[in-house]
């Protein structure tokens, strides 16, 4: 079984912040694989089915963003799963937007919902897919909790539908084989920066 949770703020005046991309990512994955994400559990949203044989919840913490552990860790706990089976999806701003990173494990990265995931946890080592909103020289609280611009939002609406299918290769073949087919990738609009 595996469980795959987005990360985000719930409410409307979040909606369609940097910081809810997770979300989106997550989102996009169930409509993909025909999941309501309807049923109040876990301190979140959640929906699940079964995905090539293997069970798949699929989760939105309701906790605020700083708070996301605390969802996390009772499903996990519910569960009982091994990290290994835990896949967070998270906003990053240490990447442009139009990239992605898969990793089996790691530090929160500044990451206040990662911090608390890791914390709630009382370990790092669970697989994470990371989007990049890019980095404002800005106020980081109003970066991330503002919106993408026109051209920014047309590149997520490609990354988010990309992110879903690194999830859904993590689960077919595993966290190494997603990170070699999906760590290179790099949105057609970087690629003219170059």
Avoid: W
């Avoid at 703020?9 to 912040?17: A, L, M, R, V």
């Avoid at 990173?101 to 697989?127: A, E, T, V, W």
């Avoid at 989007?131 to 980081?140: A, E, F, K, Q, Y």
């Amino acid at each position: 079984m595996y469980i795959i949770a987005g990360l985000g703020n719930p409410g409307i005046e979040y909606q369609d912040t940097r910081h809810n991309t997770g979300f989106h990512v997550v989102d996009y994955f169930a409509y993909k694989n025909n999941i309501k994400i309807s049923k109040k559990k876990f301190k979140g949203l959640c929906g699940e089915d079964t995905i090539d044989g293997e069970k798949v919840l699929l989760l939105k913490p309701e906790t605020y963003m700083n708070s996301s552990g605390e969802s996390i860790v009772d499903a996990v706990n519910f569960y009982n799963i091994q990290l290994s089976n835990l896949i967070v999806v998270y906003d990053d701003v240490n990447l442009p937007v139009g990239r992605i990173r898969l990793r089996p494990s790691g530090s929160d990265g500044g990451h206040n919902g990662m911090k608390s995931i890791i914390y709630q946890l009382g370990s790092c080592g669970f697989p994470r897919v990371r989007v990049g909103i890019g980095m404002n020289r800005g106020d980081l609280i109003n970066h991330v909790l503002g919106r993408f611009d026109d051209d920014e939002a047309k590149i997520i609406n490609d990354v988010v539908k990309v992110a879903a299918e690194g999830i859904e290769y993590i689960i077919r073949y595993g966290i190494d084989k997603a990170m070699n087919t999906y760590n290179s990738y790099k949105h057609e609009s970087l690629m003219q920066d170059e």
